[in-house]
């Protein structure tokens, strides 16, 4: 094993069963944390399996041929994830994520779509459901996705150069497989498509610009990642990460921007506009200035666990509670419990000694 690698514990079989109230009541879509955060977003990791290696997510020395993915009957099945979200949507819900590891592995994924399109928010609207992707098998599916009720789509591409990115993906993958899936979702009429880069220093921080450029004009919005200590496999170093603050300067230095207002509370990018009227980008500063004050998500992992925060240590088994046979009332009633309680905030913690604790791997709860 790699000196930059910790050993991982396997966090999938430690999460307990969450309690039942007493005393249980309809939903009302207002649900809050300790410090006043609603339930707005969910995202559903649908598989933990993935095409890529990614340094910073499933590095090879861990994710080996040797790992054990989960069997296939541990992973929810569509119809436990469509009664979930029903349930997550009646405590004030408004937007899926569908995430992995590699969300198109998991066969049919347009049929999840079309069940989870059927779903209504509390005041009667459409949900808002968006995907995840590193857009590798996107090509084949965008159109089917697109027709079952899929809004949005992001691709996570870290660099345009093709010995960076073929490094990171540590599959060799090419960028030109990426692209050709970016092109055939914006042919499929998704519009907006937003471009995910992680940056880390040394890696690909050479590469900012070129993306930016890239992407300038296409309508499309290139959101550039701080590295962050998801897990506890990727090595993770305060020396490696690479401002939002420098990002946009770099990036302004030669194609000038202007911050814009955020589109909603809780937006997790920061918006820059550039100055000729070409577009945007985002930065998302997760390591330089937390944003937990204002986040509203919640995290389901493959094997149906809620996780309250995307650093989390352990989450709470509501697939055993469905398996059971308990009723909507009271799973309903155990999740409102679990997020009335919550108080993460692990980002305004942050320092190189936290960045040691064990927390759940990014590939089993979805970035």
């Known amino acids: 094993m790699s000196a930059n690698v910790i050993p991982i514990v396997d966090q999938r079989a430690a999460s307990p069963v969450p309690v039942i109230p007493a005393h249980t009541h309809d939903p009302n879509g207002t649900l809050a944390d300790t410090r006043g955060r609603s339930l707005r977003d969910l995202r559903i990791s649908v598989t933990d399996r993935c095409n890529f290696r990614c340094t910073y997510c499933m590095p090879k020395d861990v994710f080996d041929k040797d790992y054990q993915f989960?069997?296939?009957?541990?992973?929810?099945?569509?119809e436990e994830i469509a009664r979930m979200t029903r349930l997550f949507v009646g405590h004030g819900v408004e937007k899926i994520r569908l995430t992995g590891g590699e969300p198109l592995l998991r066969k049919h994924l347009d049929v999840l779509v079309g069940m989870l399109a059927l779903i209504k928010t509390h005041d009667g609207s459409p949900l808002d459901i968006a995907l995840t992707t590193n857009a590798t098998l996107l090509a084949k599916q965008a159109h089917a996705l697109k027709a079952a009720g899929l809004n949005r789509v992001t691709v996570s591409l870290d660099s345009l150069d093709e010995a960076t990115f073929r490094a990171m993906n540590d599959v060799d993958y090419p960028v030109t497989d990426v692209l050709k899936g970016i092109d055939a979702a914006h042919d499929a009429g998704f519009a907006s498509i937003k471009i995910n880069m992680v940056v880390k220093k040394g890696v690909n921080d050479q590469d900012v610009v070129a993306m930016a450029r890239y992407f300038k004009g296409s309508g499309h919005i290139v959101r550039f990642i701080e590295f962050m200590d998801v897990g506890s496999s990727n090595g993770w170093r305060m020396n490696d990460v690479v401002s939002s603050t420098d990002i946009?300067?770099?990036?302004?230095?030669?194609?000038?921007?202007?911050q814009v207002q955020s589109n909603y509370t809780g937006e997790v990018a920061q918006r820059w506009a550039y100055a000729d009227g070409s577009g945007e980008i985002g930065v998302i500063s997760s390591v330089t200035q937390a944003?937990?004050?204002?986040?509203?998500?919640?995290?389901?992992?493959?094997?149906?666990?809620?996780?309250?925060?995307?650093?989390?240590?352990?989450?709470?088994?509501?697939?055993?509670?469905?398996?059971?046979?308990?009723?909507?009332?009271?799973?309903?009633?155990?999740?409102?419990?679990?997020?009335?309680?919550?108080?993460?905030?692990?980002?305004?913690?942050?320092?190189?000694?936290?960045?040691?604790?064990?927390?759940?791997?990014?590939?089993?709860?979805?970035?």
């Not at 650093?311 to 697939?319: E, N, P």
């Open 248 to 258: 946009v300067r770099m990036i302004s230095s030669e194609m000038p921007l202007i």
């Open 70 to 78: 989960l069997p296939k009957n541990d992973l929810l099945s569509f």
């Open 291 to 367: 944003f937990c004050a204002t986040c509203t998500r919640a995290r389901i992992s493959t094997d149906g666990k809620l996780y309250t925060c995307l650093f989390a240590q352990s989450g709470h088994d509501l697939r055993a509670l469905m398996r059971a046979g308990y009723s909507d009332k009271d799973i309903t009633g155990a999740i409102g419990l679990v997020w009335g309680q919550r108080d993460d905030h692990y980002s305004e913690m942050r320092t190189e000694a936290t960045a040691g604790i064990q927390k759940v791997e990014m590939s089993y709860i979805g970035g």
